[in-house]
């Protein structure tokens, strides 16, 4: 029997895991998946705990979004061997700083904060907006997302939401990125209105870091540019890095 490498994916910032849709089976057929949801309010430090009494060593890891900046950050700490990064419509850092103008303004933030002690309706509406504004099927992934969140319920309890902000704001690895000392590859969306990084300000920090971009994706890579994604998966598993893994 073939032993399956072990793949630990931290899922989005409050995302029910069905919005993965056929992906999840696909990497599990692959690999020895963990999965982890950002369902509950922890901060950084808690999260690397959790991380560290709960993930395989020497694994795989792929994060989405806020999971990536996770994923970046147990690799920061080395709070467990790693033997690849990959990053889905992530970054190194959320916010925009002096020395890093490809980040969201504190307004941003802000604004979703605002709407978190206000209303978790309006913060879903808001958020399935900014995550799929500017993709190849803008319109229907929106209702899609809409949708899939209702028959879900996801995990929208505020104090979840509010640490998820709060990480947002914190986390910051680009310097641990200029000296990575394993493979790293970036997913990003050509259209990701929640993601401002590029490509180039990417390579800029590292230029072995292995940076590639989907035409007409959005921030929400799982509907109208979920083949496309599974595709550059596939390549990224099977490509000279991946068979050395």
């Known amino acids: 029997m073939t032993v399956k490498p072990p793949l630990v994916v931290i899922n989005g910032w409050a995302m029910p895991a069905s919005v993965w849709g056929d992906m999840r089976d696909w990497l599990s057929d692959r690999f020895a998946l963990t999965w982890v949801d950002i369902n509950c309010s922890r901060t950084s430090e808690q999260w690397l705990e959790f991380f560290a009494a709960n993930c395989p060593p020497s694994a795989i890891w792929l994060g989405w979004s806020l999971g990536g900046e996770l994923a970046l950050e147990v690799a920061k700490q080395n709070v467990l061997p790693m033997r690849r990064l990959m990053l889905l419509a992530s970054t190194p850092c959320f916010m925009a700083r002096p020395d890093w103008p490809c980040g969201q303004p504190q307004s941003a933030v802000d604004k979703l904060r605002s709407l978190v002690q206000k209303s978790s309706a309006s913060l879903i509406k808001r958020f399935a907006l900014l995550q799929t504004v500017g993709s190849i099927g ?21 104090d979840t939401l509010l640490s998820g902000l709060a990480l947002l704001e914190q986390l910051d690895s680009r310097a641990w990125l200029q000296r990575a000392g394993i493979p790293v590859d970036f997913i990003l969306g050509e259209s990701d209105s929640v993601v401002l990084v590029k490509k180039d300000e990417l390579i800029a920090l590292n230029p072995q870091i292995n940076a590639n971009v989907i035409p007409g994706m959005g921030h929400f890579p799982f509907l109208s540019s979920a083949l496309s994604l599974k595709h550059c998966l596939q390549e990224l598993f099977d490509g000279p890095t991946g068979r050395r893994l």
């Open 138 to 158: 803008e319109q229907v992934d929106t209702r899609k997302m809409l949708s899939l969140m209702d028959q879900q319920d996801p995990v929208f309890a505020k």
